[in-house]
């Protein structure tokens, strides 16, 4: 069993799990992910590692209320345990000899893209954190922590400046920065336009993909994506690659399949919690 030793709200529909995992917190690096239960009735669900705390022994998970599992994940409380909490899973991020590196993080991607930032900030790395909005933004102390320059955008320009992350980046290439690495991570559009900013550059270019999976092996097959016309599997494979090789019509067609059973899953969660309540669950 795995403790959860600290829960925090970050906004209305993202919440941070500190997990005690100390052989996992001690072995992880940038771009890994774990795969936890709640229970022997759970799916088995990826997650990126966001942060470690190897000294503690603590492995921080943030996640989206999507489904149901991370409905349920959601409403657990610090003291609580988790059955299972497996990784480090995937390959961790391949870095390379840089200069000076550009990390995007788009919505929820930016607990995916702040390993990244923090692991980069002695060779030089700005972050470029989009929103929809103002009341969305997470993470952004941590941020300022962890990379040289932080620009924050939202779509709607009530935080930071307004546009999208592509228009930052563009901007930033056009004042002279020369980066030789790009790590974007988010949305599947977002990843996709980043990587058409990038490519006319020749700018190294990452992104991290999450593809449906199931057991995180290689063994199922589930998440396989098209790069660079040849099949790969993100969970062993993965989870990053070349952004200017991925097939991303592909993968938002995959990605897609599974979104009528998450809204009938979240509705019956409400509805088992509901009855929990008041005593007629089992």
Do not use: W
Not at 9 to 32: C, H, M, S, W, Y
Not at 34 to 52: C, F, K, Q, V
Not at 149 to 165: A, Q, S
Request: proline share 3%; net charge negative.
């Amino acid at each position: 069993m795995y403790k959860i030793l600290r829960r925090k709200q970050l906004n209305d529909t993202v919440v941070r799990l500190d997990v005690e995992a100390p052989f996992i917190a001690k072995k992880a690096k940038a771009g890994q992910f774990i795969i936890l239960r709640i229970d022997e009735r759970g799916e088995r669900m990826p997650l990126t590692i966001a942060d470690t705390n190897a000294e503690e022994g603590s492995v921080s998970i943030i996640f989206q209320i999507v489904g149901q599992t991370t409905m349920l994940l959601s409403q657990m409380n610090e003291g609580d345990c988790l059955l299972d909490f497996v990784g480090p899973l995937g390959a961790a991020t391949e870095f390379g000899h840089i200069k000076k590196a550009c990390v995007i993080g788009g919505g929820v991607g930016n607990a995916i893209a702040y390993p990244s930032a923090k692991a980069l900030f002695n060779m030089g790395v700005d972050v470029i954190a989009g929103f929809r909005s103002k009341d969305i933004v997470i993470l952004e102390d941590e941020y300022k922590e962890v990379c040289n320059r932080l620009f924050i955008t939202t779509d709607d320009g009530t935080y930071g400046e307004k546009g999208f992350v592509t228009n930052k980046l563009q901007d930033l290439i056009d004042a002279g920065n020369n980066y030789d690495l790009v790590i974007a991570i988010g949305p599947i559009p977002m990843m996709k336009f980043v990587s058409k900013v990038t490519e006319p550059y020749n700018i190294k270019t990452l992104v991290s993909l999450n593809p449906i999976m199931i057991d995180g092996t290689g063994m199922c097959g589930g998440c396989r994506v098209t790069v660079g016309g040849e099949i790969k599997f993100a969970c062993v494979d993965g989870p990053d690659f070349d952004g200017h090789q991925v097939d991303y019509d592909e993968l938002m067609k995959r990605n897609s399949t599974y979104r009528e059973f998450e809204a009938h899953d979240r509705e019956n969660c409400r509805m088992y919690k509901a009855a929990d309540e008041m005593g007629g669950a089992k």
